[in-house]
């Protein structure tokens, strides 16, 4: 059997580098893992799997005020949606009250003609539906003070 770099091999004319194989045939390494290499291995790959998933878990500690802040006011929002579609007409009362304050606030929002987000804030403010007014409000809200 021929090696890799036999010049009978070759075909090319101009070297364009080696892949893994050929280095470690180049090399004379014969790479084989001993079960201590993969054990260390599964556990190093599990180790970082875990930090990730406690970073994530608790993330929230780690959030500066304003990300904190905007997540409570997307669920004050979201809070606000399922009380507009399901709930008695005390409570709806309450929240319509609310809808026309955010309603206001995008209106006035529109009103700058020489913001580029002008057109959004428009048709936003056009919905007449309030669910889906407050739904689009929440996908907008950190745009909202830009």
């Not at 180790?47 to 993330?59: E, M, N, Q, V």
């Not at 606000?80 to 579609?85: I, K």
């Not at 709806?92 to 009103?111: A, D, F, H, P």
């Amino acid at each position: 059997m021929r090696s890799l770099h036999d010049k009978r091999n070759k075909t090319q004319k101009v070297f364009r580098g080696w892949d893994y194989s050929e280095i470690i045939e180049w090399m004379d390494v014969e790479y084989k893992d001993s079960y201590f290499k993969i054990i260390k291995y599964r556990l190093n790959v599990f180790y970082k799997t875990i930090k990730r998933a406690l970073r994530d878990l608790f993330k929230n500690k780690y959030l500066d005020k304003d990300d904190r802040e905007n997540q409570e006011t997307k669920r004050a929002l979201n809070y606000l949606m399922m009380n507009l579609d399901n709930s008695s007409s005390e409570i709806q009362e309450k929240c319509k009250i609310k809808v026309e304050g955010l309603r206001t606030y995008v209106t006035k929002l529109s009103n700058n003609r020489k913001s580029y987000i002008y057109p959004l804030w428009k048709g936003l403010s056009e919905i007449e539906s309030d669910c889906e007014f407050v739904k689009y409000v929440s996908f907008f809200l950190e745009s909202l003070w830009d």
